[in-house]
């Protein structure tokens, strides 16, 4: 891995760090530093002059915080003549602003997508992206992973004899669909309208869940609104037993504490791809590592080798 510098924002050091241990590279150091005026002001401490350079930031709250943090990475790894800017994102927030539904509303996925291009990104490795159109805002090479081959491994410990996938609404089917087809098991989705931010309403679930174990999956988990909704149908449907996945575990305010709370979820299941504070871990909750994936993709770019075959279902 002669050549490559690898720096980490504020967002995810720990993450980070996993990265260059299955690399077997150092974490660069970075001094992001803040004036009298609320300015920041960063500065990368190692040499990037013409080295393929890798920026790992996933967009956590404090969002824009990180966010313009990156933005100043990349400027910043620009000027000191960096031969390749990669950002890794392993969570992209903006990705959920991917469409016009109300008038005169921002569509912020395009909009970032533009400003880390425009600050010196060349290539984006991101993980899970929340819609795949959200691929199609950024006029560089993107590399889009997903996590269902750790979930997966994980779930395969269990009896799945009588489970199923359940997808939360029809948007999400696909990917339940390819996540079902790794298990060998079924698939059933729910009939999802979204009123609002923390407003659901799943009118029914298409499939069969009845005395059945399931395993609902979505893209992430915020507040936990969809999980509740979806989980108030299951029991009406007489579903055995339900255990939780997803890939980004956002758990804002108490929500895993509340999903853990109810006697029916037996265990929630996400990825590091964001920071979970210690106050947030329950003995229900299992955080699997998506460091060994991101590391092998960030590899097989910095040498030029397929990362499609990170993608084939096994």
């Known amino acids: 891995m002669r050549d490559i510098a690898v720096f980490s924002g504020s967002a995810h050091p720990d993450l980070a760090a996993e990265i260059c241990d299955h690399l077997g590279v150092p974490l660069l150091p970075i001094r992001t530093s803040r004036f009298a005026n609320d300015c920041i002001e960063v500065q990368l401490q190692a040499n990037c002059r013409e080295r393929d350079v890798y920026l790992i930031q996933p967009l956590v709250p404090p969002v824009q915080e990180n966010l313009v943090e990156l933005l100043f990475m990349l400027n910043a790894a620009r000027g000191a ?6 950002v890794v994102l392993p969570h992209y927030a903006y990705a959920r602003s991917d469409k016009k539904d109300a008038p005169r509303i921002s569509i912020g996925g395009r909009l970032v997508a533009d400003l880390l291009t425009t600050a010196g990104a060349d290539r984006v490795l991101a993980m899970t992206l929340h819609s795949p159109q959200v691929h199609g805002f950024f006029n560089i090479p993107v590399d889009h992973l997903h996590a269902l081959q750790e979930l997966a491994r994980h779930f395969r410990r269990y009896d799945l004899s009588n489970a199923v996938v359940v997808s939360p609404d029809l948007g999400n089917a696909k990917e339940a669909a390819a996540f079902a087809r790794l298990l060998g098991i079924g698939v059933a989705a729910g009939a999802k309208q979204r009123y609002a931010d923390d407003k659901v309403v799943i009118s029914t679930v298409i499939g069969d869940v009845a005395d059945k174990d399931v395993i609902v999956l979505d893209d992430e988990i915020a507040k936990g609104s969809t999980v509740f909704e ?42 590091n791809t964001v920071p979970i504070p210690s106050k947030n871990h329950t003995e229900k909750l299992t955080v699997l590592s998506v460091a060994p994936a991101l590391a092998e993709a960030m590899r097989r770019i910095h040498n030029g080798e397929s990362v499609s075959a990170l993608f084939h279902e096994s």
Do not use: P, Y
């Open 81 to 86: 003549s960096a031969g390749r800017i990669t």
């Open 230 to 271: 979806l989980l108030d149908r299951l029991r009406e449907r007489n579903a055995r037993s339900v255990r939780v996945a997803c890939t980004h575990g956002l758990f804002a305010a108490d929500a895993v504490q509340r999903l853990s709370a109810e006697k029916e979820i037996e265990e929630i299941v996400c990825t």
